[in-house]
């Protein structure tokens, strides 16, 4: 094209203006969410610490406690959550899954300014659907150290019946033990090139780990430990409960670069929710989880002591934890849990449940976002642009409020990636559920659907952790 011909078409489509986080229109959109006057107020404080691994002791960042303690509040309500910043670098939380307003989702340079090294930020809004959500900051490779904790939004007409509930965070871990997470993406960052041999594992990457289910490549950072609520199978939890109850369990990939399946040994699971949104529940053996995906199961307890076991899908290794609803001995973490094998919930088996699926409606808008890169080079990127932190609007996709918005993710790479929309829950084609992190498999395309209805500049990112970091990020932006 001649410049000439660029300066003609630039004079008659005008770039999009859009529309800021602190806008009127974000305003008037958190005003439609009050449920209620109450707000859950919770004090968060950022800083330096250990994990304790079953002996081994990890200096780590975290919230204090790894998880941070759960926090609860009722559909409706806001919370109002104080974080301070004792690390030695700017932070930010965001609230992955929760429709929230666009000033509180916690993107450095795109929603907020990041929360400089000893400095406090004040977190407040409505969260609107009842679900499983979580946080953990936006800066660097934060998450993959000890910084993250479950957020759950319960409904005070919550339809599903049970007895109690269990939320089951799962974590792979290094930092403090075999490297530091920025340690990690630095190696990773160098691409395959520079390794020597093709060995299994070659300092903090791991060659080799497949899965049929992922179709391919299932992970490439070699993680010595793999946890469930911060615990390792050495020292696991013990979830206590009794035969006959009916328990909820909340399931939460908090890792970086696992995807998990996730069995209780001698039952079966009967998936209600993905991201908080109701299924049509479907009985199965194990569930699959990529990284910042959330499952809700119902388990109907039986009479013994069980493994409850999350393996690093592909890659050799698993997290564990014990339900005990009698005496009895406590099974090795080693145990053969047939379950794994069995049937298995992958979103394909889902549907969205009729009171959350989106009304039929053809797209007014359709996006295609091409996934590309490779572990080669580690040039992980959304159509070939790596998102950039400074600059985080250049090539951001404009949308209008009021528009049904298909996304299509078109998978060009030989890694599936798990791929999170941040303000909003869409759908997937065809029926399917309603989520706002999806598995996107190695030369496949996802479609899912939504509707604009939350003002504002959003993230689309890649939920590997060390993918995001190294470009694998754009930005949904609604037009003024
Ligand atoms: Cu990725």
């Known amino acids: 094209m001649s410049g000439a011909t660029l300066l003609a078409l630039s004079a008659c ?109 004040r977190y407040q809004f409505h969260a609107p659907h009842a679900g499983t959500y979580w946080f953990h900051p936006h800066v660097g490779t934060q998450l993959d150290r000890g910084l993250y904790g479950a957020l759950i939004v319960e409904d005070p007409k919550e339809p599903l019946a049970y007895d109690d509930e269990w939320v089951v965070i799962l974590d792979d871990w290094l930092d403090g033990v075999t490297a530091t997470p920025p340690e990690v993406l630095a190696d990773l960052s160098k691409g395959m090139g520079y390794m020597d041999d093709m060995g299994i594992r070659m300092g903090n990457m791991l060659m080799g780990a497949k899965s049929n289910v992922l179709g391919g490549d299932a992970g490439d950072v070699y993680y010595p430990h793999y946890l469930i609520n911060g615990r ?102 080693t145990v053969i849990v047939p379950e794994l094998s069995g049937r298995l919930a992958t979103v394909d088996k889902l549907r969205a449940a009729s009171d959350v699926a989106l009304p039929t409606r053809s797209p007014d808008r359709e996006l295609t976002i091409r996934l590309r890169g490779s572990m080669t080079t580690y040039n992980w990127s959304l159509d070939g642009r790596r998102f950039s932190h400074d600059n985080p609007m250049n090539d951001a996709h404009p949308i209008s409020a009021g528009e049904r918005v298909r996304v299509n993710f078109v998978n060009t790479t030989e890694m599936w990636h798990p791929m999170h929309l941040h303000g909003h829950t869409y759908q997937h084609s065809n029926g399917g559920p309603r989520k706002d992190t999806s598995i996107v498999l190695p030369g496949r395309t996802l479609s899912v659907d939504f509707d604009a209805d939350n003002p504002g500049r959003w993230l689309t990112d890649c939920h590997n952790l060390y993918h995001g970091e190294a470009g694998m990020m754009g930005v949904l932006a609604y037009t003024n």
């Open 232 to 333: 390792p199978p050495a020292d696991p939890e013990t979830y206590a409960s009794a035969p006959g109850k009916r328990v909820r369990i909340r399931l939460i990939n908090a890792g970086g670069d696992t995807a998990f399946r996730v069995a209780l040994a001698g039952h079966h699971l009967t998936v209600t929710h993905t991201e908080g949104f109701p299924v049509d529940p479907v009985e199965v053996d194990s569930v699959l989880l990529g990284m910042g995906e959330r499952y809700d199961v119902i388990v109907a307890m039986g009479d013994g002591v069980f493994a409850f076991v999350a393996e690093a899908e592909g890659k050799q290794n698993r997290a564990f934890a014990v339900v005990r609803t009698s005496a009895g001995t406590t099974p090795p973490t």
């Open 13 to 121: 489509t005008p770039a999009p203006t859009f529309v800021s986080p602190t806008s009127s229109s974000v305003g008037k959109t958190e005003a439609a969410r009050k449920g209620s006057r109450a707000t859950t107020r919770v004090a968060l404080r950022a800083g330096t610490g250990t994990l304790d691994l079953a002996g081994t002791t990890a200096p780590t960042w975290s919230y204090g406690s790894i998880p941070s303690p759960i926090i609860r509040l009722k559909k409706g309500d806001a919370l109002g959550a104080t974080i301070e910043n004792a690390l030695p670098e700017p932070t930010s939380i965001h609230w992955h899954g929760v429709a929230l307003r666009n000033d509180m989702d916690g993107v450095p340079n795109l929603t907020q300014k990041a929360i400089a090294a000893g400095s406090s930020f």
